[in-house]
């Protein structure tokens, strides 16, 4: 009975709590720019609207168009089951779960590039190369950050990486695993989420034929992205194994909602990068999480 | 304490190495490579326990002229040849910084395989010195512009300064000075060399240097 109603507890941690991120970051930039911006609450109204709404298909498209975004959000569901949040702990736990939420990410991708070349439009397809170009150099990142946590704390096992401090490294390992946050959720250096210009789209292009609930559960699903990349960072970065739960999760709420008000800082104050810089910032990311790996091999000495 | 302290410095100065390969504009590759020369210059005070004035003399020595004048004489010459600020690499960006982290790894790698003296052996000086150096033969080869090879030269200098602070107790004062005033004279007479190729041929492009003109 009791594990059932952690379940139910997680569930709504991350099924209720995720949309509350976008609305977040799009006050912070209503607040940065002067406006008085959409509510908070925005993308739950959105949703409820999308899912009354009919599904519009193509003739070309299969049946798959409806059900890949559905297998994308439960991918993501399945990696934040296995972050562990705070003081809670995980929801499932074993060893080497590490490695299962990278293929879980990954799996999530390619469900969404798949659903996006359905409707055979030569745009989503330009949205679709995009979107992976960026993602080998992003996932090499994020493998790299990974493991350098797993070397830290000798285990592949979640729970057992996020709990320790990472020392020296974790300047490094913060500000690589910020822009792996920043270009795995299309937020601005590398994607404008606000604009529906051909030229700056990636994210926007792959959803543009979907329609009604399916485009509902891709919302959020990559609401829930963004609050996944955004607990790992927090908890990678910040040592709370030590602390009281109460304090602990306070802390995680902290992180998460300072994090989030960077993303917002920064889609305000930065312009999108023109395209052929990107690959640069992807493997400065990389770089950094490299030798955040190298710093926790080597113990800070070599 | 002190050796943590120097290391931390070693891993600074080897991350500016890493933001002079990836930049792309020459400002912000004069101010990486400045940075690093005060850096550099700082670690001399680190390294001795009781201060000495002509340890000073060198720190601060130092400290000027790779900080202050040469790129003070950098900007200079960048002004009075009105170049446009973008770099034009040979090797591009991504590959350079790729090239430079593959180096700076297997530098603090393959540093313990080198016959070191016991009080170098955990101190990155060997290592950052080694990656410095790399960095600057990657600036001087990759780019075409000719005060970006002129960073690059003196990047390699900063690893070759690296190390000497090895041997800071057996190396003389008039030494380390007679260094740093080759190389500010260097830098001047490069600038002048900067100048000339800018009236002869329109352009910084060493690549033009090449051909033969009448």
């Known amino acids: ?7 139910i507890l997680r569930l709504d941690c991350w099924l209720l709590l995720a949309p509350l991120l976008p609305g977040i970051i799009n006050k912070v930039k209503a607040w940065v720019a002067g406006r008085r911006g959409p509510p908070v609450l925005q993308l739950y109204y959105d949703l409820a609207r ?57 799996l999530g991708r390619f469900c969404t590039a798949w659903a996006a070349m359905e409707t055979g439009s030569a745009f989503e397809g330009m949205g679709t190369v995009r979107e992976v170009s960026y993602a080998v150099l992003a996932e090499a990142a994020m493998i790299a950050a990974v493991l350098s946590l797993s070397v830290q704390s000798g285990s592949i096992s979640l729970a057992a990486m996020l709990a320790p401090a990472m020392g020296a490294s974790a300047a490094l390992l913060a500000a690589g695993l910020f822009i792996v946050l920043l270009a795995e959720n299309c937020r601005v250096p590398f994607d404008d989420p606000a604009t529906h210009l051909e030229l700056t ?3 926007e292009v792959m959803v543009l034929d979907h329609s009604g609930p399916p485009l509902a559960v891709i919302l959020h699903g990559a609401a829930m992205k963004l609050l996944l990349f955004t607990v790992l960072l927090v908890q990678a970065v910040l040592p709370m194994a030590h602390l009281k739960p109460l304090l602990a999760a306070a802390v995680l709420a902290g992180g998460v909602l300072a994090v989030t008000v960077a993303v917002g800082l920064v889609e305000s104050l930065l312009a999108r990068f023109a395209f052929r810089r990107v690959p640069l910032l992807l493997t400065t990311a990389f770089l950094l999480c490299l030798f955040a790996l190298l710093v926790a091999w080597k113990g800070g000495l070599p | 304490m002190i050796d943590s302290n120097l290391n931390v410095l070693i891993g600074l100065a080897m991350g500016l190495n890493l933001l002079a390969l ?14 690093q020369g005060v ?3 700082v670690m001399p005070l680190l390294m001795e326990h009781q201060l ?25 010459a960048m002004r009075t040849v009105q170049i446009d600020r973008e770099l034009e690499p040979l090797i591009g960006f991504v590959p350079s910084l790729l090239l430079g982290a593959a180096g700076t790894i297997a530098a603090l790698a393959l540093t313990h395989l080198l016959p070191l003296l016991p009080e170098h052996a955990g101190s990155l000086l060997v290592p950052g010195a080694l990656a410095t150096v790399l960095t600057g033969f990657i600036l001087l080869i990759g780019r075409t512009k000719a005060i970006s090879q002129v960073c690059g030269y003196l990047i390699l200098e900063n690893g070759i300064y690296l190390f000497g602070l090895l041997l800071i107790k057996a190396m003389p004062l008039l030494v380390e000075a007679g260094v740093l005033l080759d190389l500010t004279v260097g830098v001047f007479i490069l600038g002048i060399i ?4 800018q009236r002869a041929f329109d352009s910084l492009d060493t690549r033009k240097l090449t051909a033969l003109h009448e």
């Open chain 1, 1 to 7: 009975m009791n594990s059932i109603l952690d379940l």
């Open chain 1, 201 to 203: 789209m990636i994210h």
């Open chain 2, 52 to 76: 000495d004035w002509r340890v000073l003399l060198v720190a601060v020595a130092t400290i000027c002229g790779k900080g202050l004048l040469i790129p003070g004489l950098l900007r200079r």
């Open chain 2, 22 to 35: 990836g930049t792309s504009r020459l400002p912000a590759l004069i101010r990486a490579m400045s940075v």
């Open chain 2, 39 to 41: 850096i550099l210059g």
């Open chain 1, 50 to 106: 999308l899912w009354k709404k009919g599904v519009v298909m193509s003739t070309l498209a299969s049946p798959a168009f409806v059900v890949l975004p559905a297998v994308t959000w439960v991918a993501v569901l399945g990696a934040a089951m296995l972050l562990p949040l705070g003081p809670l702990g995980a929801g499932l736990s074993f060893r080497g779960d590490a490695l299962l939420l990278l293929y879980l990410l990954a």
């Open chain 2, 194 to 197: 900067v100048d000339r190729i």
